[in-house]
Nanobody, 118 residues
Framework: QVQLVESGGGLVQPGGSLRLSCVAS????????MGWYRQAPGKQHELVAT???????NYADSVKGRFTISRDNAKDTVYLQMNNLKPEDTAVYYC????????????WGQGTQVTVSS
C-alpha cells in the first residue's frame, strides 16, 4: 500500500508555471509507475504524464514540450513541472501509483486544483 499527498496547485495566469509535488508514504524506488492524471469539469479523467521505475516517461500530446515529470527517489516524491500553462489545463490533478502484485494495483492522491485564468 501507499498513501499519496499532492501539493502545489493554485491559480496562475496563462503562460505561467506551476510545479506539483506528490509525496509517497513509502519508497518509490519499487513503484512500477508513478503518474499524474487530471479531470476538468464535465470532462473525462485523462492521463497527463507517467514515469516508470526504469526511467521511461510518457506524456499526453496536449502537454508535450510544456510539462515535465520527474522523480526524486531520495525524497519519495514525484513532480510535475508545468510551463506555458493554458486555460485548457485547468483541472484537478491527481497523483497515481501503480504497484505490481498479482495484478497492477492503483493508488490515488486526493487531488490538487490547478486554475489557469487571467
Amino acid at each position: 500500500q501507499v498513501q499519496l499527498v499532492e501539493s502545489g496547485g493554485g491559480l496562475v495566469q496563462p503562460g505561467g508555471s506551476l510545479r506539483l509535488s506528490c509525496v509517497a508514504s513509502r519508497s518509490i524506488l519499487s513503484i512500477y509507475i508513478m503518474g499524474w492524471y487530471r479531470q476538468a469539469p464535465g470532462k473525462q479523467h485523462e492521463l497527463v504524464a507517467t514515469s516508470t521505475s526504469d526511467g521511461t516517461t510518457n506524456y499526453a500530446d496536449s502537454v508535450k514540450g510544456r510539462f515535465t515529470i520527474s522523480r526524486d527517489n531520495a525524497k519519495d516524491t514525484v513532480y510535475l513541472q508545468m510551463n506555458n500553462l493554458k486555460p485548457e489545463d485547468t483541472a484537478v490533478y491527481y497523483c497515481n501509483a501503480k504497484i505490481r502484485g498479482l495484478a497492477l494495483i492503483n493508488y490515488w492522491g486526493q487531488g490538487t486544483q490547478v486554475t489557469v485564468s487571467s
